[in-house]
């Protein structure tokens, strides 16, 4: 039996063959992850993977509902795998906003799940990086975020050589198609164009263009002229106070597709534009308010990494060569009779913390060094005769030395550390 | 909009109401898990949280559907979440069983979930710790799997005095109806009577034993006897040398619900009896042969321990009161002209890795103090006047410094170790 289509298993390395998905890698991601947000200060939440359908069509139309995997469950309720975390963290908020000091900076690292049809060989879950920013509307708020998303990128090796945020407003053009006097009601279908500035020929974007009263001309002035609002400058300024302006760019081009979104908006991208966005996001200052239907009213901006851009991009810098996690001591037993007092020396091991392997059935000395070397293991341990004697023997310095047990631990804690 | 019946949230601590879920606490069993997974030498892996329904109804039959999140995905296909992962395992190690030396040790931590109609406030999901060991049928391997499941309880501050392991084995009571010469065909109903002992009544279960030809008397003469098998011995042997007798009991009343179970059982149980089970599990030699259709043949057993048993437990015993991991330092913002070089010395601490706060947005000094003293910060920080030179106060020792950047990430860093 097969896992079914754009699913992904994940295995632990070394990876049986090339188009599997690592396990060690993806906890690096994830560890990562974690610690980057926990320095920035950022809670993690949760929420359930499935939740009511009518969730996700409130936030983005019935047209989403051909997207999702959606069903109706045994109980009769509409219900939907989630394909994003924003609405689920925004009922949660909402629920006990009261409960918790502004701003709430939370994070969470959701597997979200999308059913799209036509797509094949693409996948169809993936897990997603989420950090929001709720209830500040300042810049500085947006700032924060932003040099989370740039030191989330960077403890994962990347330097301003590998990747840029390109940082933009959708307030910039809210003002320019105000002032162009275009139909009001056709500001989205405005943004969309832009969005796809980079995707469709110029001929078809100005024909789009003139259809709204505008031109790609008109466009591409405000994108080249790329004065920051207000707004851009202070988070702009915020950064630079904090040594991140490297890897920043204003850069208007970016509107992000949503329709949701009420100001800054930015993406991360990799300099060489080998790979799809590796992150994007922005503020979202109504839908607080939308989702909860009006019980809660707070400013809001967050950003989603996905990890499949990321791995591939981290593998190609190869940056995900040494995410395994093997255990740190192998004990040989060299004789079955010392197979007791061997696990009492395993037990001891383990207790002080270290990772340990060791033969589960007899096996030849020899077959135990060498499986221990094939673990990749820095010391390897034996009994030696007398009660509570061992020998160390540290494969990396290639250094034998007979210890009591209890100074053996010592020793390879200390070089573990 | 509510979430689902029978999902959880889970929100950073302190916890609004008592009846919320901790994401705090969720990460210190997932951590805890997967650090003494790591310590025995067991590698992570993960599989989809959807699979092909069929995966599901070949090892349980189609009795299960109707406790599943089952549907029909947009491609006609029949999917169902995973209500167990031992089929995604075995499909998993099935498919890549050559690639890696056995014994195979993986553990897995995944979210399951079941749709029961009748059990109202029961929840549909939880998350599960799953440890299997593939490709070793020697009562070694049992016991290297039991010593695994008595660890990571103690990891999370349990002692011989809260918990036991009921050790028992299919094994002795195949034996003993064999020896009944009751109906052979009827073997598996006779380990159902057996696995409802507890919870029955002895007129009850004395009725369906001698329906099957045996009684109630006959049965408890073996559960009385206690003698263990000759596999079940070498088990508590090889525990014994690890020094984890005082965690383990025989006791043949464990037989465990689930038809595939062919030798050894195990169940872990809180001593006071408060609590269902906290962890079961046993060996499943011909599981994997039927889920790879043949493909592949490996001896295997394994357990899973859910996180909701468990929760409650440590809750009960006051173990989950410390697992909130907030900021270690404030950086106070005296006066508003300092925000650009305190938000460059913001950025020093957390790219040294410690967990620093301070306010996105003007507030009075005060205010930040008390802030801080919320957030149970160890230390405040705040710029001295001249570039460079920093105050660090130390908030559990009660003493003030005046330093230099570079040393107050030190004495920070020293303070955390």
């Known amino acids: 039996m097969e896992r079914l289509p754009g699913f992904r298993d994940f295995y632990p390395e070394p990876l049986p063959t090339r188009d599997l998905w690592s396990s060690d890698a993806r906890r690096h991601l994830f560890e990562t992850w974690r610690r980057v947000a926990g320095r920035y200060g950022f809670r993690e939440y949760d929420g359930p993977p499935l939740e009511p359908l009518e969730l996700f069509t409130t936030k983005s139309g019935s047209e989403i509902v051909g997207q999702l995997y959606n069903f109706k469950d045994k109980g009769d309720r509409e219900v939907a795998l989630r394909p994003e975390m924003t609405p689920t963290l925004a009922r949660m908020a909402a629920a006990h906003e009261r409960n918790y000091r502004k701003p709430i900076k939370w994070f969470a690292i959701p597997q979200l799940f999308r059913y799209e049809r036509q797509q094949k060989g693409r996948l169809r879950e993936h897990f997603q990086f989420n950090a929001d920013i709720i209830g500040e509307s300042s810049p500085e708020a947006d700032a924060e975020l932003i040099a989370l998303l740039i030191d989330s990128l960077r403890a994962l090796g990347l330097t301003a050589e590998d990747f840029r945020i390109r940082l933009s ?5 809210q003002h320019f198609y105000a002032s162009a006097h275009a139909d009001p009601t056709r500001e989205y279908e405005f943004f969309q164009v832009v969005d796809k500035l980079e995707r469709e020929t110029p001929e078809h974007t100005d024909a789009k263009l003139r259809a709204l009263g505008l031109s790609l001309e008109r466009v591409q002035e405000v994108i080249a002229a790329s004065r920051p609002t207000d707004h851009l400058q202070r988070i702009l300024d915020n950064l630079a106070a904090r040594g991140l302006t490297d890897f920043v760019a204003l850069d208007y081009r970016v509107i992000r597709g949503l329709a949701y979104y009420t100001g800054t908006v930015f993406e991360a991208f990799d300099r060489k534009g080998e790979f799809r966005a590796i992150a994007g996001g922005g503020r979202y200052d109504n839908l607080i308010k939308l989702l909860s239907g009006g019980k809660s009213d707070m400013p809001a901006l967050g950003f989603g990494m996905g990890d ?30 010392w197979r007791p007092a061997s696990l009492g020396l395993v037990q001891k091991l383990r207790d002080a913390g270290l990772a340990c392997e060791f033969a589960l059935t007899p096996m030849k000395s020899d077959k135990q060094f060498k499986r221990a070397q094939e673990l990749g293991v820095r010391f390897t341990i034996r009994l030696e005769g007398a009660p509570d004697r061992v020998k160390l023997r540290d494969l990396k310095e290639r250094r034998d030395e007979t210890l009591e047990a209890g100074q053996a631990i010592e020793v390879i804690q200390r070089a573990t550390r």
């Not at 791995?311 to 009779?337: D, F």
Request: negative net charge; aromatic residues 6%.
């Open 308 to 337: 499949v851009v990321l791995t591939e991009l981290l593998n190609k810098r190869g940056l995900l060569s040494e995410t395994a996690v093997g255990p740190m001591v192998y004990c040989l037993i060299e004789e079955e009779s």
């Open 169 to 173: 407003s959708r307030e910039a053009w």
